[in-house]
């Protein structure tokens, strides 16, 4: 069974950093894409970042460019975003998801896991 786990979200102050973690099972995860998605209330889910099967490439959406980074360890199955400099409009809950390539469309990804919440908050 395909299964996502995100964890990490938290309650943090404006500038602060948190990491998120997804770990993974059931499929073949070093042949998978990772994305991280967010929602935020009232909005669309969007895209936040991907990386690569292999980590040989991993890119970011404009608005977190710079504060987020992405990585994963394929021996652990898990994949990690590392958030920085975290400001009001990083409050969403986040979710992980596979797919093939990070090239692929939102609606290609799957076994979206149940998410973790993160609030920016003063």
């Given at each position: 069974q395909v299964r996502l786990v995100e964890s990490g979200g938290a309650l943090v102050q404006p500038g602060g950093s948190l990491r998120?973690?997804?770990?993974a099972s059931g499929?073949?995860?070093?042949k998978s894409a990772i994305g991280w998605?967010?929602?935020?209330?009232g909005k669309e889910r969007e895209g936040v970042a991907c990386i690569e099967p292999h980590a040989?490439?991993?890119?970011?959406?404009?608005?977190?460019?710079?504060?987020?980074?992405?990585?994963r360890?394929?021996?652990?199955?898990?994949?990690?975003?590392?958030m920085s400099g975290l400001k009001f409009e990083d409050?969403?809950?986040?979710?992980?998801?596979?797919a093939?390539?990070?090239?692929?469309?939102?609606?290609?990804?799957?076994s979206w896991g149940q998410g973790t919440p993160?609030?920016?908050?003063s």
């Amino acid at each position: 069974q395909v299964r996502l786990v995100e964890s990490g979200g938290a309650l943090v102050q404006p500038g602060g950093s948190l990491r998120l973690s997804c770990a993974a099972s059931g499929f073949t995860f070093d042949k998978s894409a990772i994305g991280w998605f967010r929602q935020a209330p009232g909005k669309e889910r969007e895209g936040v970042a991907c990386i690569e099967p292999h980590a040989s490439l991993a890119n970011h959406a404009d608005s977190v460019r710079g504060r987020f980074t992405t990585s994963r360890d394929n021996a652990k199955t898990t994949v990690s975003l590392h958030m920085s400099g975290l400001k009001f409009e990083d409050t969403a809950v986040y979710y992980c998801a596979t797919a093939a390539s990070c090239g692929a469309a939102q609606s290609d990804f799957g076994s979206w896991g149940q998410g973790t919440p993160v609030t920016v908050s003063s």
